[in-house]
């Protein structure tokens, strides 16, 4: 099986993981793949989307169960974050509306979230429209990023380069999470 019919056949399902776990990367990714006719621009929006929400609301709902767990709170102890907090607990409904685009905030924003006064309900709605919001444009990016790369390079760009690029920024992603992670216990 060639890579391109491998992502014809399963890139919906790797945007839409790709997107409950890391996001943006995963989406342009989709978006570029889409531009090179591999998969459907709407679908890989809809992946994007579907994967985001429900990240944003399961980690939300999580935060919000075991707010008192020693994890929830080693992530919500830190200087920056309590002042955060401090900010978001007069209008939560702001930041619920917008956390979907401040990067590093897709995993600690609903944690945060969930311990204001904010509801399920209303966290849910703004959460659902910012995802779609957030889907639909870095699903636009990647189509646009596959344009600047033809445009540059023509089509002698194969499939495999671009997903080794998005691989390496997964990775690099991933690294600097987990570097993040061991400098906060330390710290």
């Given at each position: ?8 056949n399963?890139?919906?399902v ?8 890391e996001?943006?990367t995963?989406a ?8 090179h006719?591999?998969?459907?621009p709407?679908?890989v ?16 709902l999580?935060?919000?169960?075991y ?18 907090l401090?900010?978001?607990n007069k ?10 685009f401040i ?8 944690i ?8 399920a ?22 189509g ?9 390079f ?9 997903l080794i690029?998005a ?16 400098r906060?216990?330390?710290?």
């Amino acid at each position: 099986m060639s890579i391109e019919s491998w992502i014809s056949n399963y890139g919906l399902v790797a945007v839409f993981l790709g997107s409950f776990v890391e996001g943006e990367t995963v989406a342009i990714t989709g978006g570029i793949m889409a531009h090179h006719g591999l998969l459907k621009p709407w679908q890989v929006a809809g992946a994007a989307i579907c994967g985001a929400i429900l990240s944003n609301i399961s980690v939300f709902l999580l935060g919000r169960r075991y707010s008192g767990h020693a994890r929830v709170q080693s992530i919500l102890d830190n200087k920056r974050l309590t002042k955060l907090l401090h900010k978001l607990n007069k209008h939560p409904a702001r930041f619920a509306s917008i956390f979907q685009f401040i990067p590093g905030m897709r995993i600690v924003g609903p944690i945060a979230l969930a311990q204001t006064r904010i509801g399920a309900l209303q966290f849910a709605v703004r959460a659902l429209v910012s995802a779609f919001i957030w889907g639909v444009a870095y699903t636009l990016v990647g189509g646009a990023v596959g344009q600047i790369i033809d445009r540059a390079f023509g089509k002698v760009l194969h499939t495999e380069y671009v997903l080794i690029a998005a691989g390496l920024v997964l990775l690099a992603v991933l690294l600097r999470a987990i570097g993040n992670h061991f400098r906060t216990k330390r710290g």
